[in-house]
C-alpha cells in the first residue's frame, strides 16, 4: 500500500492523533514507533514523506535517515523536542530535508507536509525534458538526478529541489523568501537550513566551493545561478549509457 506520509516516532499518543489528524484531511498517514518498524514498514509499504524522530525506541533517527538515504530519494522532514543548532545542522548533514521542533501545531505540520507533497508532484509533472549542463555537470531535471563525468552524485531531495529551482530561474537573483516559498513551501524556513544546502549543492558541484562559480551568493537578498554556465544539451551523456558530453572548461 502506498502512504503520502509515514511518521517513525517512538510517541505514540502524539504519533496517533497526528495520523488521525492527517487522515481527517486526506493526507494517507502510518506510524511506526522504532528503526526496525520502519524497515518492515517498507517491506510491504512506500511512502511520498517521512516525519522522522532523533529519539526512537531502538535507535536513533540519524543513523535511520543515513540508511534510508541509501535507497530512497524521498523527503524526509525531522520532528524533534531537540532544538539545538547541532541537532539541526546533524539532521541535514545525514541526509534531513527540513526540521520541524516539538511541539508541534498539527495544522502548521500538516500545511507543510501538503507544500512537500505539492511540490514533489508538481516536480514530477512540470513537462520539463532533456539535460541541462552545469559546469562539468549534467542535471536531468526529468529524472531528478545530477551526473558528473557519469557517475550519480546522490543529491538529497532538497537539495536537488533547490538546484532544480536556481537553474529554471538561471540568470536572476533569486530572493531567500522566495527560495523558502517555492522550494521548501512555506516562509517560515530558516537560513541556517537554507545555507548548509548551498554549501552541500557547492561542494558536489563547484571545482573549488570555497570560490563558487556556478551559484553565487548575493548578499542581504539571495542567490544566483550565472547563466553563462548553464546550456541546454541533448539528452546523451555516460550515466545513460550513450556518449560522454564535452563540457566546456571552467
Known sequence: MRYNCLIVDDEEALSQSTCE????????????????GCREFFAEHTTDLILLDINLQDGSGFTLCKELRQRFTIPILFISARG???????????GGDDYIQKPYSLGVLL???????????ADADDGVEG?????????????GRVFRDGADLN???MEFK??????????????????????WGNAITGDGTLNVHVRHLREKLEEDPQ??????????T??????????PVPLRHAAFGEAEPQYPQP
Open 211 to 220: 570560490n563558487p562559480r556556478l551559484i553565487k551568493t548575493v548578499w542581504g
Open 84 to 94: 539545538g543548532d547541532d541537532d539541526v545542522l546533524l539532521a541535514l548533514n545525514v
Open 21 to 36: 489528524y492527517f487522515n481527517m484531511f486526506d493526507v494517507s498517514c502510518a506510524w511506526v514507533p522504532s528503526a526496525q
Open 111 to 121: 500545511a507543510k507536509v501538503k507544500a512537500v507533497l505539492k511540490r514533489c508532484v
Open 162 to 183: 533547490l538546484l532544480a529551482y536556481l537553474v529554471r530561474n538561471r540568470g536572476r537573483v533569486v530572493p531567500k523568501a522566495e527560495l523558502f516559498a517555492q522550494v
Open 222 to 231: 539571495g542567490y544566483l545561478l550565472e547563466a553563462p554556465e548553464v546550456e
Open 131 to 143: 539535460v541541462v549542463r552545469l559546469g562539468y555537470n549534467a542535471v536531468d531535471l526529468r529524472a
Open 155 to 157: 543529491l538529497k531531495t
